[in-house]
């Protein structure tokens, strides 16, 4: 075939309009006269994509069948004759640009949920974003398309974070779907941007019930009831796909009902494409089509396992079992057109990345890395998500009354557990220690120790058991003040084969701390100093003796890079605590189901069947705030009030909240519903609206919280979502309407009824 024309070059360069604040199309830049590149519908970014699956076509017409073959794995080869350069799918973003050198480091997924707060998470997805072609730009003008340096983005994760065993668990947004689905869509928006081109692609992972066990998860079979399917599991994914327009769906290692996911008929064709209308591309998590013939046993070659794979429309394969795609033709398992319709809808993405054009975002520079807006931002991201558990006056801390403090524990010091996985690299990291330090610079003397290892039962591999415990016994005694730095790190809870926990494969098997650790705790805690207990993990532990005995208890997380310092200052008064916790803490592992089982039944806070040790949606602040009024349609909405409703429609609620306290706060308004006579409702109400505001210290605020009709439905045994009930309990607080909350905060919601007529 011949080279491609100047003609078809030209036709490529096209740059179509965008509209304009009135919602009219503006003056188009080239390009036929009714050429739209993008549209909003119901807020959603559509863009052009017919025009780019046009040009697609074009270019993959002028191809071989094998070059076209040869895009479909994820390193994508150069087709020079065709002016076609090389492309490497695999890139990560989860909570900063990814193993592509330095980046702005953010909280991971799970510390940033916590901070309820979809416009916070819309702008780390405009960080992530910009700071992907920063580094774009600047390694393919070396040429240098290694992997993770393209700019779709693996991320983010929606799976729901249904059991605190599994390793992974700190990718997500938590176990609710509609918080996930609220702040993932945020993400993906931030991300892709709203511009004539899409400033990178997002990609809606692991489609579609995957949460553990990592160790069999390449041939496991989730099996969940279409309930749990279309009650917990598919929300997410919906939402990113019809609302956020998300580029790219992965698939997971699994099989879910039986069928391994990224070759899944009733996942990919019948639901994702077919009822959803999905148009981007879908990719392979990594190797696992490989798991088709070698583990989940659907197949019995890599040609079949291929083919299989293709025809249910998986276009990208991360793994190399797409090289047997060429056999899978000469066998007739596989036709030209599902190879081309595959190539299209991969260079339809390239197009609409404006990879072939000069764009507006071939200006972002180099200097927008690491920026000092995008520290500031990280920094917030730290901050809201924070989640103070405790605290019977000893926080904040006050510099001028301390001569010591004691800084003790294996995460105290710890790079590692600052950044979770899928991480970057930092210019700077700022641990715990150091952060304590310079907050509080030569006037309060700081002392430091170790305590134990992470896990092992010693530090040194010649000293005797636990030969740091005495060290940290002896720097609580002589301190005024300590602060007790546990939990984990990716070395013990993450991705199979991306850990060095092997005995666990990434899994928790149970919900305490390592045993070296719980034994620091308890000699700490003997000596009788106060004591604050900082939690840095990804995920929900047991802390009942934390609870029980020490003075405070934050969960920090993985806060990023620089996140001890926002940590010491949260410490130190200079910033308020204001995270809710996007999990539920269990008391201990006999409160849960076996983690295989994927029944929703004593999962979560909408069907846990004990008391929690700390509910979803609870958190406390150094502020006193409350839900002062509640107003819905125009009338107050007091305890016991009924509102009338002539049918399941969308309504606002305006909630003002007064600061009863003597500092500033951020706060988490929330709201749930629940139907009180339909026998298919969850058993607890469920989050349906929530909305962070700043309360300043003896001063009110308001906020307005949208509540989408979909909060009257439930889902049946069918898998149908309907309005089954005509009374609804509408809770308003900054908690859940339970009774764990209202121990712990001492706070009610204001409850009230709507009727539907």
């Given at each position: ?428 990291y700022i641990t715990v220690l150091e952060g304590i330090q310079d907050a509080v610079g030569d006037a309060v003397r700081v002392y430091y120790s170790e305590g134990c290892h992470l896990f092992k039962d010693r530090v040194e591999g010649l000293g005797w058991k636990q030969d740091r415990i005495r060290e940290a016994v002896s720097v609580a005694e002589n301190s005024d003040v300590v602060v007790l730095c546990v939990g984990l790190d990716e070395t013990l809870e993450g991705e199979e084969g991306d850990t060095g926990n092997s005995y666990a494969s990434g899994d928790k098997t149970d919900l305490l701390l390592p045993q070296s650790q719980r034994e620091l705790v308890e000699a700490v805690l003997k000596v009788g100093k106060p004591t604050i207990v900082l939690n840095m993990t990804g995920s929900a532990m047991d802390l009942g003796m934390e609870q029980e005995q020490a003075d405070a208890v934050m969960q920090v997380w ?200």
């Amino acid at each position: 075939m011949p080279a491609v024309s100047e003609e078809l070059l030209h036709l490529f360069g096209l740059c179509p309009g965008i509209l304009g604040e009135t919602g009219e199309n503006t003056e188009l830049r080239g390009g036929p006269a009714d050429a739209e590149l993008i549209i909003r519908d119901g807020g959603k970014i559509v863009r052009d994509r017919e025009s780019a699956r046009k040009r697609a076509q074009e270019l993959v017409s002028q191809m071989t069948l094998e070059e076209k073959a040869s895009q479909l794995k994820y390193d994508s080869p150069a087709i020079p004759r065709l002016h076609v350069p090389a492309y490497n799918w695999w890139n990560e973003g989860l909570h900063g640009v990814a193993r592509a050198g330095v980046a702005t480091s953010f909280p991971q997924a799970i510390g940033m949920a916590a901070a309820f707060d979809t416009e916070l998470m819309e702008q780390v997805g405009q960080v992530v974003g910009v700071e992907g072609r920063a580094k774009y730009n600047a390694y393919s003008a070396q040429e240098d398309r290694d992997i993770y340096k393209g700019l779709t983005f693996w991320s983010p994760n929606v799976n729901i974070f249904r059991d605190p065993r599994w390793g992974r668990g700190h990718e997500t947004y938590g176990e609710d779907p509609f918080l996930t689905g609220e702040l993932g869509k945020a993400f993906v928006e931030g991300l892709q941007g709203d511009g004539e081109v899409m400033q990178a692609a997002a990609c809606a992972k692991h489609f579609a019930v995957h949460s553990g066990p990592e160790a069999v998860r390449h041939q496991f079979d989730a099996k969940a009831s279409v309930k749990d399917m279309r009650e917990t599991y598919l929300p997410a994914f919906e939402k990113l796909v019809k609302e956020a327009g998300v580029e790219a769906v992965m698939g997971a290692y699994n099989r879910t009902n039986g069928e391994p996911c990224c070759g899944s008929k009733t996942l990919m064709q019948d639901i994702l494409r077919g009822e959803w209308g999905f148009e981007g591309h879908y990719v392979s998590d990594c190797w696992a089509i490989r798991d088709f013939h070698e583990h989940h046993m659907v197949t019995d070659t890599a040609e079949e396992s291929a083919a299989m794979a293709l025809k249910a429309g998986c276009d990208v394969n991360c793994g190399i079992t797409y090289l047997h795609l060429m056999k899978a033709y000469q066998d007739g398992l596989v036709t030209e057109e599902e190879i081309t319709q595959a190539a299209e809808r991969l260079f339809t993405t390239r197009f609409l990345l404006g990879l072939f054009d000069e764009t507006e975002y071939d200006k972002i520079g180099y200097d927008r890395i690491e920026c000092r807006e995008h520290l500031a931002l990280a920094d917030r991201a730290t901050a809201e998500g924070v989640v103070l558990l405790k605290n019977n006056g000893v926080l904040p801390l006050k510099k001028e009354q301390l001569q010591s403090i004691g800084v003790v524990g294996p995460n105290a010091n710890s790079r590692a557990v600052l950044v979770g996985n899928y991480h970057g690299t930092s210019s700077r990291y700022i641990t715990v220690l150091e952060g304590i330090q310079d907050a509080v610079g030569d006037a309060v003397r700081v002392y430091y120790s170790e305590g134990c290892h992470l896990f092992k039962d010693r530090v040194e591999g010649l000293g005797w058991k636990q030969d740091r415990i005495r060290e940290a016994v002896s720097v609580a005694e002589n301190s005024d003040v300590v602060v007790l730095c546990v939990g984990l790190d990716e070395t013990l809870e993450g991705e199979e084969g991306d850990t060095g926990n092997s005995y666990a494969s990434g899994d928790k098997t149970d919900l305490l701390l390592p045993q070296s650790q719980r034994e620091l705790v308890e000699a700490v805690l003997k000596v009788g100093k106060p004591t604050i207990v900082l939690n840095m993990t990804g995920s929900a532990m047991d802390l009942g003796m934390e609870q029980e005995q020490a003075d405070a208890v934050m969960q920090v997380w993985y806060p990023g890079a620089r996140g001890g310092r926002v940590v010491a200052q949260i410490l130190f008064g200079e910033i308020s605590p204001s995270g809710k916790l996007p999990v539920t803490f269990y008391k201990n592992t006999e409160d849960l189901p076996a983690f295989e089982d994927y029944s929703m039944k004593g999962r979560t806070y909408r069907y846990i069947e004990s008391e929690p040790l700390y509910p979803f949606g609870y958190g406390l602040t150094y502020g006193d705030v409350e839900v002062a009024a509640v107003s819905c349609l125009g009338s107050p909405a007091v305890n016991g009030s009924e509102i009338t409703l002539d049918g399941p429609e969308a309504f606002k609620l305006h909630v003002k909240l007064a600061n009863r306290g003597q500092v500033d706060t951020g706060e988490v308004v929330q709201v749930y519903i629940r139907a009180e006579d339909a026998p298919d409702a969850t058993p607890a109400a469920k989050l349906c609206g929530f909305a962070r505001t700043q309360v300043k210290a003896g001063g009110e605020a308001s906020v307005t919280i949208p509540v989408d009709a979909e909060a009257f439905t439930v889902v049946n045994q069918e898998g149908e979502r309907l309005v089954e009930g005509k009374t609804f309990t509408v809770s308003v607080g900054l908690g859940q309407p339970d009774a764990r909350t209202r121990a712990l905060t001492g706070k009610e919601c204001i409850t009230f009824i709507v009727k539907l007529t």
